[in-house]
């Protein structure tokens, strides 16, 4: 396998972009993605104010900032959106969206942004670009957040699952998924998912809506090919949240 230079950007896809960074302290990987269709540019989970020097530069090597029209926040976390005021001060342009469920924005409105929102649950769940392409959300709440979304881009068959998919990894990490690559997805899932019920109910929504050639999670790894599979089993039978606890 060929080895990453995680100090630039790195493509999943031809128009896909991991900006984020490899932060061997942490063991929770934040995993900010940009997507270029055209002269449109789409920034998803824009990272928090301590990455953000290092994601902005990466981002500025793939394409000019003005380029950006929406910044998707796929649930409220500070290290999913924290920096986003921040990135807007960048972003020169007035009709610079944010994309987010309802749930989520009434909730970022108070981090200081000043761009138009745009809540998917208005807009039937989709959002079309300048292009024809479409972006697809699915609600996912408590996963973790009340206001989580999911999105799939109809056309590489990619899906960003935010902290879905997540993984803890206190060993070496990697871009892109090798080895046992479920067993740093238990503590992540165990700490911060709801139930069991809630997770696999959402997870099988997801295969009977889309054609999945990718996995793009917030933290963790990307997961290709036969791991997507595995990966769905696993979560699927994986006790979580209230499961474990004996008060709830």
């Given at each position: 396998?060929?080895?990453l230079?995680y ?10 972009y991991?900006?984020?960074f490899?932060?061997?302290a942490?063991?929770?990987h ?10 449109e ?8 104010i301590p ?13 000019d900032?003005?380029?950006?029209t929406?910044?998707?926040?796929q ?5 999913v959106?924290g920096?986003?005021a921040?990135v807007?001060?960048?972003?020169e ?9 309802q749930?989520?924005?009434?909730l970022?409105?108070?981090i200081g942004l ?5 809540a ?6 989709k ?12 609600f ?17 068959k990619?899906?960003?699952?935010s902290?879905i998919?997540?993984a803890?990894?206190t060993?070496?990490w990697?871009l892109?998924a090798?080895?046992d ?6 503590p992540?899932h165990?700490?911060?998912m709801?139930?069991n ?9 997801m295969?009977?809506?889309w054609e ?13 090919g036969?791991?997507?599979a595995?990966?769905?089993?696993f ?12 008060d709830?």
């Amino acid at each position: 396998m060929k080895r990453l230079n995680y100090e630039n950007a790195i493509a999943v896809t031809r128009e896909i972009y991991w900006v984020g960074f490899n932060d061997a302290a942490a063991g929770l990987h934040c995993n900010p993605y940009l997507l270029l269709d055209g002269d449109e540019s789409i920034f998803i989970d824009s990272g928090s104010i301590p990455d953000f020097p290092k994601v902005m530069r990466k981002v500025i090597d793939m394409t000019d900032p003005d380029s950006i029209t929406h910044i998707i926040a796929q649930h409220q976390d500070p290290d999913v959106c924290g920096n986003m005021a921040v990135v807007e001060d960048v972003i020169e342009r007035p009709d610079l969206r944010i994309v987010a469920h309802q749930h989520t924005i009434r909730l970022i409105r108070h981090i200081g942004l000043r761009s138009e929102f745009y809540a998917v649950d208005h807009n039937d769940f989709k959002l079309t670009l300048k292009s024809g392409r479409v972006l697809e959300f699915m609600f996912t709440p408590f996963l973790h957040s009340p206001g989580a979304i999911v999105t799939y881009d109809v056309k590489s068959k990619s899906l960003f699952t935010s902290d879905i998919f997540g993984a803890i990894n206190t060993d070496k990490w990697s871009l892109f998924a090798s080895g046992d690559f479920c067993a740093p997805m238990v503590p992540f899932h165990q700490a911060y998912m709801a139930s069991n019920r809630i997770l696999s109910k959402a997870l099988s929504r997801m295969q009977e809506r889309w054609e999945i050639e990718r996995i793009l999670p917030q933290h963790g790894s990307i997961l290709e090919g036969d791991d997507i599979a595995t990966a769905f089993d696993f979560l699927k039978a994986l006790p979580c949240g209230a499961d474990l606890t004996e008060d709830v």
